[in-house]
């Protein structure tokens, strides 16, 4: 294993960032939730996907460019960026567990990509050899700079999870020929797939190269030109300058990379007006265009934002790189400013959204992930367009980079992982906790100290939105309380002198918040966060008229669904959930291990119309002649394990049956 | 007057057809339902039009190509299209009643066009003079060709209407030249915006010269090649060959014109491909894809049509022009099998989805028409892209037309519209019918023969889909009744012997059908068709996702809406209309003059959530605690007559409360 560098982004020398990451090295996944995900990463999605590269074309591409193969080319020009996303997420596997086969995967794809980089820096393997000429003549449309960005963010991966420089030597090349190519005095223009602007700045911060940074202002602000540089197009975020862009508009992915290269950028160059239009396109998403599963993209139609509260269900898009891309824009707006929204929206999109994407055997992908599903929506092995699986999974690799921050004498703790985490707490020294927890299942969290700096420290204890009565205890390894073992920024009373220390965490619903606990923290030292996880009925603002009448079950981080499995003798809305009807956590299914299900009762609906008509007359009379029929027992599962026990149709929103009243 | 002429498609010699036209000549419009807005037509809608087009330039445009007027082209490369429109408008108006101030108007626009014909027969006003080498060059954008079909069109409705050749001597030049330009040995493509292919083959059926219907078979033929004429584009319908297409997609208009020249050219050339493929698309659009007022066009993006069964209400797009062509599309269907379900289709249109584009003072215009309105839409007194005013005038002008046909022996009545006719039967000689009604207030048409050919004649009366429950009742002029006074086609029993003779017209619901009456008519029948229109509770296929918990209120051919005018102290959706409430046919309001709206009560809903956060949880406790509210009193009008009131929210699909039950 390397040093400790693995960072998923390196703001620790950036201006004003508020919370800097924990490096992958630094985590350790223990049993728990995500264990088995990673396990399955390392054994089934990680090498089935170098094997789907191979077997299509997309490795054969890159060493066709040195002449290493010769075959002529295969697939489409943007192929490419799916093996670079792969080896990212391989360069991050590689940071969490020392894998031989993989790091031998990965080393010989380091010296094909390699040999493939032209003598002036460029590499392509569409736009090489004859049609090499070609090059960046159809920026808008050919995605040869989004190419580029995800090869930059897999040098500088392999590079920190490695400390091996073959990879980052290349990108650092790559990158000068694109600074040379691109500029005021040089084209003037960007790519039509955002994604090299986000990767120009971290190469800033891995090389210390502020020009690359600056290079990425540059492109971002080549939109919104008048005349148009890439045709003005709302759906590739050119209809306004992305600085002033006042909502989030068109292709989901690439407005969401868009918006994390203006949080990079703003944050990196101390540039104001581009980290406000990161922050203001994410209160467009998230107060208006945001799943409750996380996930973005409402419309199938250029993969792409909808209107205001516009959500449809059944053909909602909720692409799974959307998904990727929200967590990624998320996590860079926590760093920036430390506040909880960031981390729960996180959270959500990472049990939910992204989750769904993949499948229980770590082998099959979903595309879109409608919140509504009629039958025939599965999984499947690959895509043409392929984008989806090496996103995952080089989330998935990195997942240990997103779950803690340092600052200033303080350990924040953003989500809730089974596992161990030591960390160099800046102004203090080691600070090492192990977690013990059954999270999302269970809500009881519980932190043992095993090494702690001399000095007082500051435990920073996320508590989600989605919880109204958590509670915080700290158990001091000589059972003698400190005599004020935390500090609540609002948070409670600091406990009264009798041990254990406990508090409530008292706050508004819905505003997830970190509570702060400062102490000369000691081995042994425990705390133990409780977050009461009823089942939760949620309703959408009423603009949202796909959710209307209707409600969506929530425990915890998780969202529910209701498969066809689970509703025997029901069709789809052909039921309704009582508002006072019991929603009780129940017993697994064995097809879904270790899952906490939902159990209820539902009323079948008598007037429900039959597929047929499109439009059809009601008879009054009719409906009053039905006698009332018993509830029916159905079962709620988590939204990302639908689609796991053969052909289904799903819903998360389920009719509502409200009672009549003020 | 001219002659009786003014056919809106004339397939009197075309094969196969079922019905004939009747002209519009031969059509008066009495005293009821239509007649004021004729009277609108003529006083306001016309002369507001045609100032419009002056002011903005689209008259000057003319003019200015050859000569008369020195000004640069304003406006759109296609807004020439507005005033061909209108001029077509403004002719079949003149066919209906001779304006003299409408004439003059006429006469000189006629003149302004001829005057920019080009010597070898082009025409348009921007690809002319400093851009007349540029014809051609963007037909898939620049809808040089759909400009020359409206041109087309107003050229044949000039000349039936007033018997003048003075335009279509223009047109019929402009037709030459596009076919010497396009052709198997000229240009192989076509135009991006369909248009062309009907007005062609309606040249074809004016001047007897099928050359003109091959044109547009071959036009009709580009669409779908491999590689692609235009793009390939599914918005554009060049996805797949025109005839095979088997689902209506794409830009809503272009589509549904498409259809009509598949329809028409596949009439006229007896060719069976072109036929069904107009058939196949219909059922995709009215089986899966219509709004329950007929307007066609799912969505804003692309206006354009969505998959099966997506038909959102808040942003349905349903553009007056999509529902104007529905008109057009389900007329040519009428007339090639005469089926009475284009027929009823034809009505919801005209009632509901069509008339809605315009306001009640003839001056305002609605260019989409969404089933549920937040704040804020208005119609409004012309748009920048100004096709839907001068499309709602033609339709409105020519509506004569639209009303009856004539086959062998027999006099068909399309629909209701209290007035008379003279229409010449084939195989019988001249049947003058006069006709009483209140239609769509009242379901009772009273029909009086005041000619009669001396041979037996069979009158085809429609019975609608939305009706089950129909009679009809013969009183001869001499009080005898004949024998058989009908003869029913499965209709019921022919009268017994006694006076009045009348029938139940048994059926199976939602499908209209003719109810055929065959006697040697006399002066002073009567025929009296009675048509009960209780108010009427729709629901959709399940599958509609939008209206699932939903219900529509009906009466007779009439779509009704709830305005927030009409349920004072409710928001939107925060009530249910309970299957078991009455719907009553009640009292007008006095700004909706000669109305008749529908009363009812309806339960305010306790749960509805307030506007605020995207996603909130609610609490069961709270909902019991509240104490039921008396139901709420709320009123219904005619959809068409939504938005004349002032500022308003509007919701076609109720929330229903629906008896649990079997």
């Given at each position: 294993m390397a040093s400790m560098t693995a960072l998923v982004t390196d703001t620790r020398r950036t201006p004003g960032a508020a919370v800097q990451p924990v490096p992958i090295e630094a985590v350790r996944i223990g049993d728990g939730f995500w264990r088995g995900w990673l396990d399955r990463l390392y054994g089934v999605?990680?090498?089935?996907?170098?094997?789907?590269?191979?077997?299509?074309?997309?490795?054969?591409?890159?060493?066709?460019?040195?002449?290493?193969?010769?075959?002529?080319?295969?697939?489409?020009?943007?192929?490419?960026?799916?093996?670079?996303?792969?080896?990212?997420?391989?360069?991050?596997?590689?940071?969490?567990?020392?894998?031989?086969?993989?790091?031998?995967?990965?080393?010989?794809?380091?010296?094909?990509?390699?040999?493939?980089?032209?003598?002036?820096?460029?590499?392509?393997?569409?736009?090489?050899?004859?049609?090499?000429?070609q090059r960046y003549s159809d920026l808008v449309n050919k995605?040869?700079?989004?190419?580029?960005?995800?090869?930059?963010?897999?040098?500088?991966?392999?590079?920190?999870?490695?400390?091996?420089?073959?990879?980052?030597?290349?990108?650092?090349?790559?990158?000068?020929?694109?600074?040379?190519?691109?500029?005021?005095?040089?084209?003037?223009?960007?790519?039509?797939h955002p994604e090299i602007e986000l990767a120009l700045v971290e190469l800033?911060?891995?090389?210390?190269?502020?020009?690359?940074?600056?290079?990425?202002?540059?492109?971002?602000?080549?939109?919104?030109r008048k005349p148009p540089r890439i045709g003005g197009y709302r759906y590739l975020q050119d209809h306004e300058p992305a600085a002033e862009q006042q909502e989030i508009a068109g292709h989901a992915v690439r407005a969401v990379y868009l918006a994390c290269g203006l949080a990079d950028a703003g944050l990196e160059l101390e540039d104001g007006a581009l980290w406000e239009g990161a922050e203001r396109l994410w209160c467009s998403a998230?107060?208006?265009?945001?799943?409750?599963?996380?996930?973005?993209?409402?419309?199938?139609?250029?993969?792409?934002?909808?209107?205001?509260?516009?959500?449809?269900?059944?053909?909602?898009?909720?692409?799974?790189?959307?998904?990727?891309?929200?967590?990624?824009?998320?996590?860079?707006?926590?760093?920036?400013?430390?506040?909880?929204?960031?981390?729960?929206?996180?959270?959500?999109?990472?049990?939910?959204?992204?989750?769904?994407?993949?499948?229980?055997?770590?082998?099959?992908?979903?595309?879109?992930?409608?919140?509504?599903?009629?039958?025939?929506?599965?999984?499947?092995?690959?895509?043409?367009?392929?984008?989806?699986?090496?996103?995952?999974a080089r989330l998935l690799a990195s997942l240990s980079g997103y779950l803690y921050g340092v600052s200033e004498r303080a350990l924040w703790v953003h989500q809730f992982v089974a596992g161990r985490v030591d960390a160099d707490v800046p102004g203090a020294g080691r600070l090492s906790l192990?977690?013990?927890?059954?999270?999302?299942?269970?809500?009881?969290?519980?932190?043992?100290?095993?090494?702690?700096?001399?000095?007082?420290?500051?435990?920073?204890?996320?508590?989600?939105?989605?919880c109204d009565a958590a509670t915080v205890e700290v158990v001091p390894a000589d059972s003698v309380p400190a005599p004020s073992p935390f500090e609540g920024e609002g948070w409670g009373e600091g406990a009264s002198g009798h041990a254990p220390a406990a508090a409530d965490l008292h706050r508004s619903p819905a505003t997830g918040d970190y509570a702060a606990l400062r102490r000369v923290w000691a081995p042994g030292d425990r705390v133990i966060l409780r977050l009461p996880m009823p089942p939760r009925r949620l309703v959408s603002d009423p603009r949202v008229t796909a959710n209307v009448g209707r409600?969506?079950?929530?425990?915890?981080?998780?969202?529910?669904?209701?498969?066809?499995?689970?509703?025997?003798?029901?069709?789809?809305?052909?039921?309704?959930?009582?508002?006072?009807?019991?929603?009780?956590?129940?017993?697994?299914?064995?097809?879904?291990?270790?899952?906490?299900?939902?159990?209820?009762?539902?009323?079948?609906?008598?007037?429900?119309?039959?597929?047929?008509?499109?439009?059809?007359?009601?008879?009054?009379?009719?409906?009053?002649?039905?006698?009332?029929?018993?509830?029916?027992?159905?079962?709620?599962?988590?939204?990302?394990?639908?689609?796991n026990r053969g052909p289904s149709t799903m819903d998360v929103w389920l009719r509502r049956q409200e009672a009549p009243g003020a």
């Open positions: 999605t990680l090498p089935t996907q170098h094997a789907q590269c191979e077997a299509t074309g997309r490795l054969d591409n890159i060493r066709r460019v040195s002449g290493r193969v010769d075959a002529p080319f295969r697939g489409r020009y943007y192929d490419e960026s799916d093996v670079y996303k792969w080896l990212e997420a391989a360069s991050w596997a590689l940071a969490g567990r020392d894998d031989r086969r993989l790091r031998a995967l990965v080393d010989a794809l380091v010296d094909d990509i390699a040999a493939a980089q032209q003598p002036d820096g460029y590499l392509h393997t569409y736009f090489a050899l004859e049609r090499a000429d995605h040869e700079l989004y190419c580029a960005g995800h090869l930059i963010q897999a040098g500088i991966a392999h590079h920190r999870a490695t400390g091996s420089t073959a990879l980052l030597d290349v990108v650092v090349r790559l990158a000068d020929h694109i600074c040379a190519e691109f500029g005021p005095d040089a084209r003037e223009t960007a790519d039509g800033a911060r891995e090389t210390g190269q502020r020009v690359y940074a600056e290079q990425a202002r540059f492109f971002l602000d080549q939109r919104g998230y107060e208006t265009r945001v799943y409750v599963t996380g996930g973005l993209g409402a419309h199938w139609a250029g993969e792409s934002f909808g209107d205001a509260f516009d959500l449809p269900n059944r053909n909602s898009y909720a692409e799974s790189c959307a998904a990727v891309a929200g967590v990624m824009w998320n996590w860079r707006l926590l760093a920036g400013t430390g506040e909880a929204r960031y981390a729960d929206w996180l959270e959500t999109t990472l049990y939910n959204g992204m989750l769904a994407g993949l499948s229980l055997d770590g082998a099959h992908y979903f595309y879109p992930n409608p919140l509504s599903a009629a039958a025939g929506h599965a999984r499947v092995e690959w895509f043409e367009c392929a984008c989806c699986p090496p996103n995952l192990e977690v013990d927890t059954d999270y999302p299942w269970s809500g009881e969290i519980r932190l043992t100290v095993r090494q702690a700096p001399e000095s007082p420290a500051e435990l920073r204890l996320r508590v989600p939105g989605w409600v969506a079950l929530a425990r915890g981080p998780l969202i529910y669904c209701v498969e066809s499995h689970d509703r025997p003798g029901l069709e789809q809305d052909a039921f309704a959930l009582p508002d006072d009807a019991a929603v009780t956590a129940g017993p697994a299914d064995e097809r879904l291990p270790g899952m906490t299900l939902l159990d209820m009762t539902a009323v079948p609906l008598s007037g429900t119309p039959e597929r047929g008509a499109l439009y059809q007359c009601v008879s009054v009379d009719n409906q009053a002649n039905g006698a009332p029929t018993a509830p029916v027992a159905i079962r709620a599962i988590p939204y990302f394990a639908w689609a």
